[in-house]
């Protein structure tokens, strides 16, 4: 039996390969490397050899999927493949719907019509289906109302939607699948051997940028909103470590029966603010960078964070690194060791 990895050449995605590798599963990953790294791929192959099969391929290509599926005997997929920029996504609407809605559709029809059903989906969900929660709903439960705020977060909430139904659909047919979505929040850090680590062009999340000027590869970071209502008037966000985000899709993979949907946040259930990773940054790596003061960007919550109840009494799971220091700590080994990625 083996793990399908849609995306698997991407950050998450290659945590993912790496983790399941580790555990002595057989790996398929596939991606079309619009944002994944090939070499990701090289070295966890070298790692595990005979191990982890790799195929360049759009998720969109059903056939090639299919084939992929059939071929290799794959039970479960863990899909990742997606675009995952919010404000890319309001410039390109279309191409994050193709990508995202249609790129699902493509990969669901080809769990259905492969010779051996797939029997367990794991969906990389995110916060951003939550867009502004209300102030009374943080830290934020599984039960906010999901109300994005950007074409990103409704591929989502429509890919959750897709899902359902598609889980219902085979429940009738007498096929259950077990299906899991996980709503990430901010994802960061890298994997602990140093071997492979986030790696996005262009790069948007908050630890890479601050990491990258601490190398002086930017001359600046920018806070956007310095007034919020909290405690230090920048926002506040929850970042869960990559290895523990990987963790909740194992369990998720080893304990959602088939036939029910689950819903899972996935974040450590605590908020650090900008001016608090800018801090611990500074602290981790000994180095000074250029702060620039800038207005609010429009559709950014104050606060958002976790609430981490349901995932840890139904699925056991339990946040690893809860440090901050820690978990830059883990992804400046890798900026240091690669401050142009893969290219170095
Ligand atoms: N990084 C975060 O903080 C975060 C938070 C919430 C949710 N997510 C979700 O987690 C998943 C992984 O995110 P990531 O940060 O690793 O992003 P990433 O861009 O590093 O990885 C996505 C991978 O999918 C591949 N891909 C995209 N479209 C594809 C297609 N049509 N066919 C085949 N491959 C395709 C890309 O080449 C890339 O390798 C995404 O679904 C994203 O929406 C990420």
């Not at 849609?6 to 398929?28: F, K, M, N, P, W």
């Not at 709903?137 to 598609?166: A, N």
Request: charged fraction near 20%; hydrophobic fraction near 40%.
């Amino acid at each position: 039996m083996t793990v399908l990895v849609t995306g698997g050449a991407g950050y998450i995605g290659s945590h993912a390969v790496q983790r399941l590798l580790r555990d002595g599963e057989r790996v398929v990953a596939l991606d079309n490397e619009f944002r994944g790294h090939a070499k990701a791929m090289q070295l966890l192959s070298q790692a595990h050899p005979g191990k982890l099969t790799y195929v360049k391929a759009d998720i969109n290509d059903r056939t090639k999927v299919l084939a992929t599926m059939d071929d290799h005997g794959v039970h479960t997929v863990m899909h990742f493949a997606a675009l995952a920029y919010v404000g890319e996504s309001v410039s390109q609407p279309l191409n994050y719907y193709h990508n995202n809605v249609s790129g699902l559709i493509s990969v669901l029809a080809a769990c259905d019509a492969a010779r051996v059903p797939v029997q367990k989906f794991v969906f990389s969900s995110s916060c951003a289906t939550y867009g502004q929660p209300p102030a009374n709903m943080i830290p934020v439960p599984e039960t906010c109302p999901q109300s994005p705020v950007s074409p990103y977060g409704w591929t989502k909430l429509h890919g959750e939607h897709i899902l359902r139904d598609f889980a219902a659909a085979r429940a009738n047919a007498g096929n259950p699948i077990a299906l899991t979505m996980l709503r990430y929040f901010n994802v960061a850090g890298s994997d602990h051997t140093g071997l492979i680590g986030e790696d996005h062009t262009p790069e948007t999340h908050m630890i890479p940028v601050v990491l990258q000027a601490a190398l002086g590869l930017r001359s600046e970071v920018g806070i956007f909103g310095t007034d919020y209502p909290t405690p230090d008037g920048t926002c506040i966000r929850d970042y869960v470590h990559v290895e523990d985000l990987i963790d909740a899709h194992v369990l998720a993979m080893a304990k959602v029966k088939p036939g029910t949907p689950a819903a899972y946040n996935v974040g450590i259930g605590k908020g650090y603010s900008v001016r608090e990773i800018i801090d611990a940054t500074r602290k981790v790596t000994d180095r000074q960078f250029k702060i620039v003061e800038q207005p609010r960007r429009p559709g950014d919550p104050p606060m958002l964070y976790n609430d981490s109840r349901k995932i840890s009494s139904e699925l056991g799971w339990k946040a690893k690194f809860t440090d901050l220091h820690e978990i830059i700590g883990t992804a400046w080994r890798w900026f240091q060791k690669h401050p142009q990625g893969y290219r170095s």
